[in-house]
């Protein structure tokens, strides 16, 4: 079975300072890996994915993520947040196994300071 | 392109009633996940749907059912609705081939 898990409920940085948020996955079988944003009362909006190849993904907005399959963490960074980037973000994991059913962290709330 | 859309986008409901959410796959997708969302949580796995059969259920009880029609929209009926079932229902669909799921805005559901 897969699972996430998130580190931080909120994070809170400075406008242009950098953003860190972080993720850690278990799988068994190689895993498919995903970071998305949900702004107030919407869906999720899908920032970037890994699924093979090149392990630095780079996204919509700025972010980007690495995967690193020693650590099993696939952490989202963006170098200069900006004040609409406060949201919450989900990290997510799928795997061919499993039917490509999503597992979803349970987010981070991302705050933006002026 | 519409995307994936849902109705209604919100509802209020009576402890023990039963409840129909509806949702239109985003063209070319054949493949529709619902999942629900409870206030400061992530999304939970409830089914997917894939030729109008259920292929893979999460951990809910038979009073989550669904459906899926030919033209690859589907439904999420759940029975007998309790307290705790308030929350954002979330539908998501994707090319059967591909892993990105595309998700609708939601129907938030409260129960009282």
């Known amino acids: 079975a897969q699972s996430v898990t998130q580190l931080g409920s909120h994070v809170s940085v400075s406008e242009g300072a950098l953003v860190l948020l972080r993720c850690n996955y278990s799988s068994s079988v190689p895993p498919y890996l995903f970071w998305y944003v949900q702004y107030p009362n919407q869906g999720l909006q899908l920032l970037l994915k890994y699924t093979t190849g090149a392990t630095l993904v780079k996204g919509i907005n700025g972010f980007e993520a690495e995967f690193k399959k020693s650590e099993t963490s696939f952490h989202l960074t963006k170098p200069s947040a900006h004040m609409s980037d406060a949201a919450e973000y989900f990290c997510a994991v799928s795997t061919v196994a499993g039917g490509f059913k999503t597992i979803f962290g349970a987010g981070t709330r991302l705050f933006v300071k002026a | 392109d519409a995307g994936v859309t849902q109705s209604p986008t919100h509802l209020i409901k009576t402890r023990g009633q039963q409840v129909t959410l509806r949702c239109s796959p985003k063209s070319g997708h054949d493949t529709v996940s619902w999942y629900q969302q409870a206030l400061g949580q992530g999304p939970q796995f409830i089914f997917q749907?894939?030729?109008?059969?259920?292929?893979q259920r999460g951990n809910f009880p038979d009073r989550f059912s669904g459906h899926q029609f030919p033209n690859y929209s589907s439904e999420l009926n759940v029975n007998a609705l309790l307290l705790g079932d308030s929350a954002l229902y979330l539908c998501a669909s994707s090319p059967d081939t591909n892993t990105e799921a595309f998700f609708g805005q939601g129907t938030r559901l409260t129960v009282v």
């Open positions: 749907y894939y030729e109008e059969e259920e292929r």
